[in-house]
């Protein structure tokens, strides 16, 4: 999710890390087991003058397959399931507006099974999974087109 939110003009930041669970400090393996609770998430960092969180959100919808309760594309398991973190009320109330909006826009028949969850401590993942789609080029475009990511969302979102 780093990439589609980096292209954003007004995202100042974007990094990928782990919230919502029980350890503190969790590593990657540690999260990727399933045991602490966590889900694998970014945190974007935006300037409101430039881009609005609306935009941002519309940004994520069409990323994701808001269907799999059980993760996302070849990953699968709770850490991996697909999540909004709100700090406010006001925010809550927006992420649950877009969910609305992005129920309507669906391409196919369904319920989105996106949760909508208090922010916890959000934990910065290892170096190596920072940027990973600038780092690892070919292997992400494999990820992308052997996970059927592409092909998807396609389906779900007609993009």
Same mark, same amino acid.
């Given at each position: 999710?780093?990439?589609?939110?980096?292209?954003?003009?007004?995202?100042? &930041?974007?990094?990928? *890390?782990?919230?919502?669970?029980?350890?503190?400090?969790?590593?990657?393996?540690?999260?990727?087991? *399933?045991?602490?609770?966590? @889900?694998?998430?970014?945190?974007?960092?935006?300037?409101?003058?430039? /881009?609005?969180?609306?935009? @941002?959100?519309?940004?994520?919808?069409?990323? /994701?397959?808001?269907?799999? *309760?059980?993760?996302?594309?070849?990953?699968? *398991?709770?850490?991996?399931?697909? &999540?909004?973190?709100?700090?406010?009320? &006001?925010?809550?109330?927006?992420?649950?507006?877009?969910?609305?909006?992005?129920?309507?826009?669906?391409? /196919?028949?369904?319920?989105?099974?996106?949760? @909508?969850?208090? &922010?916890?401590t959000f934990?910065?993942?290892?170096?190596?999974?920072?940027?990973?789609?600038?780092?690892?080029? /070919?292997?992400?475009?494999?990820?992308?087109?052997g996970c059927?990511?592409?092909k998807r969302?396609?389906?779900?979102?007609?993009?």
């Open positions: 999710m780093e990439k589609p939110f980096e292209e954003l003009v007004g995202v100042l &930041a974007v990094t990928s *890390g782990y919230t919502g669970g029980h350890v503190e400090n969790p590593s990657y393996e540690q999260v990727s087991s *399933g045991a602490t609770g966590h @889900i694998e998430s970014v945190e974007v960092v935006y300037d409101s003058s430039q /881009i609005s969180l609306e935009k @941002i959100l519309e940004v994520y919808w069409i990323n /994701i397959d808001p269907f799999d *309760g059980n993760g996302q594309f070849c990953d699968k *398991g709770y850490q991996y399931t697909s &999540a909004l973190f709100y700090s406010t009320d &006001a925010e809550k109330e927006l992420f649950q507006k877009s969910w609305a909006q992005a129920q309507r826009k669906l391409k /196919i028949s369904g319920t989105l099974k996106t949760n @909508i969850l208090p &922010a916890k934990f910065k993942a290892e170096d190596y999974h920072q940027d990973y789609y600038k780092k690892n080029p /070919i292997r992400y475009r494999y990820y992308r087109s059927g990511r592409d969302l396609q389906q779900v979102w007609n993009r």
